[in-house]
């Protein structure tokens, strides 16, 4: 158990970086409070791997220090850093049985034979493996096999943090809600460190406290899930997040107040802005757009029905797509309509950014 | 799921079958033919039965050769696959060394055999062979064209330097297909170089120390052309293999008969290590 801080860290698998591409980690500065519940959510080869790996000992920073619990440990081991990490895929010892397996780190570690029997029965129970302590680890299903890889970092007591990296890539798709809950489950009963990388927001989302949304090697917000789905600081994470994205749409600001379509849209942050108006946009999520007497003119271009609701594509006279939800009981206007932005959930960007 | 009838497939199928036909069906057939018939000249053949089958198991030649051919096959496959494994683990896997290391490797198996018998037979000459010269300078009493030893000696040197490259290949192809999530995983949960080895990268090595160890014990059990060119089955018949008595018998004496027999007898040997070796190896996957 550890409180786990990443100081200036910056890596690189290039020998002589010279162009900022060259950099897979850009340098930040980062703290994993103790008993966290942690995702680290991007698209692919954003980075998050390399983070996860840095952090297990796997990969040494090319700049930077790690700090577990105040003491350095840069260029300490895998082991001596006392982490576990559950793969991709399930990584298991086949010629062994479960129980071997799942003794095996234990084991590693001259513990003594009574105190792994101990350990191994109580992360068994626990992730419902008892029944096949005796089998081949072999011969049990992904998920069984995905369970015992992560079995081998619980059965240490000590572990400081446990990583995931993608671990329900190869689970079919009515076992990972399971194994989701699982997990949850055990965060909730251990309380220890646990990194959940992905790039299914509804992973992380459903796992984590506290979201790392990364992209091209940066960390581009933190926060709870909540926060990304209202707040979210980059048009980036409101893209990523939500289902349908965020719509983000070019404008005007003048003293304060955004300018699209020719309306005047009320934000939260207008305020704030100081700009000289280049690059700016202003995003709203579908869910917090609604049809309304005066506002944005549009056309109705598509309906999707998504159940509980629907998703309404609409065009401005510009050009522009703008989508929203709407309840399956309200009706939707046939052609012209007019919307309406929340002004409490409409934000100004400036460059992809949210403007403070 | 709608099958379709058409009796003309067969018609593809067909060509495989005239080649397998005339490669091995008929030529087995023939054997199978001789075996059991007592040959004279002018082409005149009679009936004998299994008179050469209790002929050939029960002659001492037969039973040396076949001693002599268990035992060179038992000390090659006890060098060469141990060896070949090691080399494989210590090969670098990336970098610019792995396409030198393999071509180095892949060169002895690039040699046709008889120049291989012909280049280990001048090299062991005892009067101007670098091999032989030398281990007699060194005060090494070497001859292998008269000491039994040194011939098996010599013998045995060839074939390690001829075909371990193979399991070498074998293996590192083998290795090399190993995630590296295994390797982390075994770092994380501390394991020790040894067990590194005996419980990830020789389970995952399985088959392919098998296909291995099978092609290496069917091509040195089938041994004939190195050693020929090398010591002709010499001294005495302290060299000669079931090949060589094979073809001593078929083609130095025309004992057709008895030397059908024989390698009915020698390729029944073949299939049936062959199959119990894969069977005891693979036994456990089925479940």
């Given at each position: 158990m550890a409180k786990i801080i990443l100081r200036d860290l910056r890596h690189t698998y290039v020998a002589s970086p010279r162009i900022d591409a060259d950099w897979a980690l850009k340098k930040f500065t980062l703290e994993w409070a103790d008993g966290g519940a942690y995702a680290l959510l991007g698209p692919s080869g954003c980075g998050k791997t390399t983070l996860l790996n840095l952090i297990s000992g796997l990969l040494t920073p090319t700049e930077g220090r790690i700090l577990f619990d105040g003491r350095d440990v840069t260029g300490a081991s895998p082991e001596e850093r006392n982490i576990a990490q559950v793969f991709q895929f399930p990584v298991i010892y086949d010629t062994m049985t479960v129980y071997d397996n799942l003794a095996f780190p234990l084991r590693n570690r001259r513990v003594s034979a009574r105190e792994v029997d101990d350990r191994v029965r109580e992360v068994a129970t626990m992730l419902e493996l008892d029944s096949m302590l005796k089998h081949r680890a072999a011969g049990l299903t992904a998920d069984g096999k995905q369970k015992i890889s992560l079995g081998r970092g619980l059965v240490r007591s000590d572990v400081n943090v446990i990583m995931f990296d993608e671990p329900l890539t190869v689970i079919d798709p009515h076992l990972k809600w399971v194994l989701r809950s699982k997990l949850k489950e055990l965060h909730q009963r251990i309380r220890r460190t646990m990194i959940y990388v992905t790039h299914d927001q509804t992973e992380a989302l459903t796992f984590a406290d506290q979201v790392v949304v990364m992209k091209d090697g940066e960390i581009v917000q933190i926060g709870t899930p909540v926060e990304l789905f209202e707040r979210p600081s980059h048009t980036f994470?409101?893209?990523?997040?939500?289902?349908?994205?965020?719509?983000?749409?070019?404008?005007?600001?003048?003293?304060?107040?955004a300018m699209f379509a020719g309306e005047t849209i009320e934000t939260a942050n207008g305020v704030s802005y100081r700009g000289e108006g280049k690059g700016v946009e202003i995003g709203v999520r579908p869910e917090f757009i609604t049809?309304?007497?005066?506002?944005?003119?549009?056309?109705?271009?598509?309906?999707?029905?998504?159940?509980?609701?629907?998703?309404?594509?609409?065009?401005?006279?510009?050009?522009?797509?703008?989508?929203?939800?709407?309840?399956?009981?309200?009706?939707?206007?046939?052609?012209?309509?007019?919307?309406?932005?929340?002004?409490?959930?409409?934000?100004?960007?400036?460059?992809?950014?949210?403007?403070? | 799921m709608n099958k379709t009838v058409n009796q003309r497939a067969w018609l593809f199928v067909l060509p495989v079958v005239i080649l397998v036909a005339f490669s091995a069906i008929i030529p087995l057939m023939t054997v199978v033919n001789y075996s059991v018939q007592e040959s004279f000249g002018e082409n005149t053949f009679f009936w004998s039965g299994v008179q050469w089958f209790e002929e050939v198991l029960h002659s001492d030649r037969f039973h040396s050769s076949l001693l002599r051919q268990i035992l060179f096959t038992a000390v090659i496959l006890a060098i060469e696959v141990p060896l070949g494994l090691a080399i494989a683990l210590a090969m670098p896997r990336k970098g610019p060394w792995v396409s030198v290391c393999l071509v180095l490797m892949a060169l002895p198996l690039l040699i046709p055999w008889n120049v291989v018998?012909?280049?280990?037979?001048?090299?062991?000459?005892?009067?101007?062979?670098?091999?032989?010269?030398?281990?007699?300078?060194?005060?090494?009493?070497?001859?292998?064209?008269?000491?039994?030893?040194?011939?098996?000696?010599?013998?045995?040197?060839?074939?390690?330097?001829?075909?371990?490259?193979?399991?070498?290949?074998?293996s590192y192809a083998g290795l090399v297909s190993i995630p590296e999530a295994y390797y982390q995983a075994a770092k994380i949960d501390g394991a020790r170089p040894w067990a590194v080895f005996r419980y990830i990268q020789l389970p995952k090595l399985k088959y392919v120390l098998t296909i291995a160890i099978l092609l290496r014990f069917m091509d040195s059990f089938?041994?004939?052309?190195?050693?020929?060119?090398?010591?002709?089955?010499?001294?005495?018949?302290?060299?000669?293999?079931?090949?060589i008595d094979l073809v001593k018998t078929a083609l130095g004496q025309f004992d057709l008969g008895p030397a059908a027999a024989m390698s009915l007898i020698y390729f029944l040997i073949v299939l049936l290590f062959s199959w119990l070796f894969y069977t005891l190896m693979m036994r456990n996957e089925s479940r």
């Amino acid at each position: 158990m550890a409180k786990i801080i990443l100081r200036d860290l910056r890596h690189t698998y290039v020998a002589s970086p010279r162009i900022d591409a060259d950099w897979a980690l850009k340098k930040f500065t980062l703290e994993w409070a103790d008993g966290g519940a942690y995702a680290l959510l991007g698209p692919s080869g954003c980075g998050k791997t390399t983070l996860l790996n840095l952090i297990s000992g796997l990969l040494t920073p090319t700049e930077g220090r790690i700090l577990f619990d105040g003491r350095d440990v840069t260029g300490a081991s895998p082991e001596e850093r006392n982490i576990a990490q559950v793969f991709q895929f399930p990584v298991i010892y086949d010629t062994m049985t479960v129980y071997d397996n799942l003794a095996f780190p234990l084991r590693n570690r001259r513990v003594s034979a009574r105190e792994v029997d101990d350990r191994v029965r109580e992360v068994a129970t626990m992730l419902e493996l008892d029944s096949m302590l005796k089998h081949r680890a072999a011969g049990l299903t992904a998920d069984g096999k995905q369970k015992i890889s992560l079995g081998r970092g619980l059965v240490r007591s000590d572990v400081n943090v446990i990583m995931f990296d993608e671990p329900l890539t190869v689970i079919d798709p009515h076992l990972k809600w399971v194994l989701r809950s699982k997990l949850k489950e055990l965060h909730q009963r251990i309380r220890r460190t646990m990194i959940y990388v992905t790039h299914d927001q509804t992973e992380a989302l459903t796992f984590a406290d506290q979201v790392v949304v990364m992209k091209d090697g940066e960390i581009v917000q933190i926060g709870t899930p909540v926060e990304l789905f209202e707040r979210p600081s980059h048009t980036f994470v409101g893209h990523f997040i939500g289902s349908p994205g965020m719509n983000v749409l070019p404008c005007e600001v003048r003293g304060g107040r955004a300018m699209f379509a020719g309306e005047t849209i009320e934000t939260a942050n207008g305020v704030s802005y100081r700009g000289e108006g280049k690059g700016v946009e202003i995003g709203v999520r579908p869910e917090f757009i609604t049809f309304a007497a005066e506002g944005v003119p549009v056309d109705v271009t598509k309906v999707l029905d998504a159940g509980r609701y629907r998703i309404v594509e609409t065009m401005t006279q510009a050009g522009h797509t703008i989508k929203l939800l709407v309840p399956e009981d309200e009706r939707i206007p046939e052609g012209g309509a007019r919307l309406r932005f929340a002004p409490e959930r409409t934000q100004i960007y400036e460059n992809g950014w949210m403007v403070t | 799921m709608n099958k379709t009838v058409n009796q003309r497939a067969w018609l593809f199928v067909l060509p495989v079958v005239i080649l397998v036909a005339f490669s091995a069906i008929i030529p087995l057939m023939t054997v199978v033919n001789y075996s059991v018939q007592e040959s004279f000249g002018e082409n005149t053949f009679f009936w004998s039965g299994v008179q050469w089958f209790e002929e050939v198991l029960h002659s001492d030649r037969f039973h040396s050769s076949l001693l002599r051919q268990i035992l060179f096959t038992a000390v090659i496959l006890a060098i060469e696959v141990p060896l070949g494994l090691a080399i494989a683990l210590a090969m670098p896997r990336k970098g610019p060394w792995v396409s030198v290391c393999l071509v180095l490797m892949a060169l002895p198996l690039l040699i046709p055999w008889n120049v291989v018998g012909a280049m280990w037979n001048i090299l062991a000459l005892p009067d101007i062979g670098l091999l032989g010269r030398g281990l007699n300078a060194m005060g090494v009493e070497y001859n292998y064209t008269r000491q039994p030893f040194a011939a098996w000696f010599t013998i045995v040197l060839m074939d390690v330097w001829h075909w371990t490259s193979l399991v070498v290949l074998l293996s590192y192809a083998g290795l090399v297909s190993i995630p590296e999530a295994y390797y982390q995983a075994a770092k994380i949960d501390g394991a020790r170089p040894w067990a590194v080895f005996r419980y990830i990268q020789l389970p995952k090595l399985k088959y392919v120390l098998t296909i291995a160890i099978l092609l290496r014990f069917m091509d040195s059990f089938m041994v004939y052309t190195e050693v020929v060119v090398l010591t002709g089955g010499g001294p005495g018949n302290s060299t000669t293999f079931l090949s060589i008595d094979l073809v001593k018998t078929a083609l130095g004496q025309f004992d057709l008969g008895p030397a059908a027999a024989m390698s009915l007898i020698y390729f029944l040997i073949v299939l049936l290590f062959s199959w119990l070796f894969y069977t005891l190896m693979m036994r456990n996957e089925s479940r």
